[in-house]
């Protein structure tokens, strides 16, 4: 579904005089992930810094007898077809938890009202996925391209495909890093110690700040952090 949305865009953006050469933008993807006991939660970002996206593909895999019931939340807010507070329904893009071991996780941006904005900026959430821990053993995750073959997974609004540089030049479609560690753990050191409370005073107002920074899972990092750590140490 997303190749045939980017097939429509191409010659749309070529007819209004916007065709522009290949260029090679800076794309990054990647994860962080914070756990508990009980749950895992991996957000799956992108850097775009020039050349904006119209669609994206990534594969997050994991191993299902340490990690179970992947719950994927999509960011809607950046990513959707027609317009956002309506948005087409595209069943083809949803997620696909179906093979224990991968979640697969398409989508895109084709605004009806600037076919030719894409998507750009750093740090941009993909998606949101959440499991449940079934081991105590440390969760582990890798991310790849989402789907292979014909399918053009990141693709940018000048119809230019950006997997074979993201996969680099062994081509084993592994396209970004994977930081997992446990909920507040600020530095990102395997423990959750003194040091941490350092690391999270540092990063307290500042943009950007690791997941696993924020201890008690509530999508800020402020003083309710600092409780948090100095009860679970």
Known sequence: MLRRMA????????????????????????????YTDNDLVVYLYVDVATDPIVSYGVKLTYDPSNLGSPVVQKNSEDWYFGEQASPLATPNAEPDTSTPGEVVI?????DSAAP??????????????????????VPRAELYLGKDGNYSNFVQ?????LDDILAGA?????????????????????????????ILKQLIGTEGWPVYADGNGDGDLDALDYRWLKQNI
């Open 7 to 34: 097939k429509f865009l191409i010659p749309a953006l070529a007819c209004i005089g916007l065709w522009a050469t290949v260029s090679w933008a800076s794309v990054n993807v990647y994860a962080e992930g914070a």
């Open 106 to 110: 398409v989508g895109g941006k084709l």
């Open 116 to 137: 030719q904005a894409g998507v750009a900026g750093d740090r941009v959430l993909l998606a949101k996925v959440t499991f449940s821990r079934l081991t105590a053993n």
């Open 157 to 161: 609004v000048n119809g230019d495909e």
């Open 170 to 198: 062994g081509k084993t479609d592994r396209i970004g890093s994977v930081s997992i560690f446990a909920r507040g753990d600020a530095n990102g050191d395997g423990n959750l110690d003194a040091l941490d409370y350092r």
